[in-house]
């Protein structure tokens, strides 16, 4: 997602009914936002600050949790102690490596 330089201005937007406000299509188009994205809100020294969020499963986020740092732990392990492997000679061979 792209980012915008601190302290942008790039218009104003109002308060509508329901308390719904418009994003500026600068804004939208910049940090690649679509209908339906969820923002965390919250208010930072008097200031309203929208982040874009994405929501996943409580199993996703604990298997992507668990797995990344223990194959990264094992990863910094080998390397720690000389380990590498490869070149292979195909992505099979890649694949049977990293399956054993």
């Known amino acids: 997602m792209a980012k915008l330089e601190k302290n942008t201005t790039l218009s104003l937007t ?3 009914p ?5 994003l500026p299509k600068e804004i939208i188009n910049k ?3 679509n209908t ?3 923002f965390e809100v919250e208010i930072t020294k008097g ?3 929208l982040e874009p969020k994405v929501l996943i499963s409580k199993e996703e986020a ?16 080998d390397l720690k102690k000389g380990q590498k492997f ?5 992505a099979k061979d890649l694949v049977k490596s990293l399956n054993s």
């Open 18 to 22: 329901k308390a719904q406000i418009t």
């Open 36 to 38: 339906g994205d969820l």
């Open 62 to 77: 604990w298997l992507n949790t668990l797995v990344a740092k223990k194959s990264l732990q094992r990863g910094l392990n």
């Open 31 to 33: 940090l690649e936002l």
């Open 47 to 49: 200031k309203i600050v």
């Open 14 to 16: 109002k308060l509508r």
């Open 86 to 90: 490869g070149p292979f000679k195909n």
